[in-house]
């Protein structure tokens, strides 16, 4: 990506152009390695899709529309994992596609990284929590392991948190998210790694701290290309 549209995509994320020095993003071509045989996979993703589709797991089923699985092509690398459905996502049956989804996508913009063609987007709550209130614990509890599953079979090689509910949840910790940022975590069987940032939503209230959240994306684009080029 040439330093010009990484202002633009800086300027749209609301970013001043001073912060955009970073060395140009090259995402190289995807690579992902299934866990499950090749042959097999698209019956898995469709009998989650069913799953989730006709999921009653949770009290969350008599208020949702439908759930939300999560979006995006189901070879890449990236997974970027948030909280859960807002009221345009329950709407919709798609992750991310409200306001702050917009951001979301700005932002991955500016570290070279295009939702529909190498990013999968997926929420730790597959169904909308009546008035966005913050997901309960029997509902993660019973939500996550669709997660679980979805990662055995996407087999990222990084995954990015966004927000306190996504980071806390999937790296099982209470740890505020000021303090999981800027490392580099470790998720699941195959120790994928995890990147902690803000929100979107939140970002969009605290416009502030969009800085610090554009430190996290150009650390997890430094982590990612360390591992595409062997060296994590
Ligand atoms: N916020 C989230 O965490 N996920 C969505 O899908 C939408 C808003």
Redesign the pocket.
Known sequence: MDELRRNEYLEAIGIDRWVSRASAAVAPAPVSVPSEPESQAPALWEALRREVASCTRCPLHATRTQG?LGVGPTHCDWLVI?????AE?DKRGE????A??QLLDAMLRAIGLDRATNVY?A?VLKSRPPGNRDPKPEEVAACLPYLVRQIALLRPKIMLA??R??AQNLLGTQLPLGKLRGQVHQFGEFNTPVVVTY???YLLRTPADKRKAWEDLKFARGVYQRLSQGDV
């Open positions: 939300v948030g909280e859960a459905p807002g996502e992750p991310f596609v409200g702050a989804g987007i929420n966004v927000g509910i996504a929100h979107p939503a």
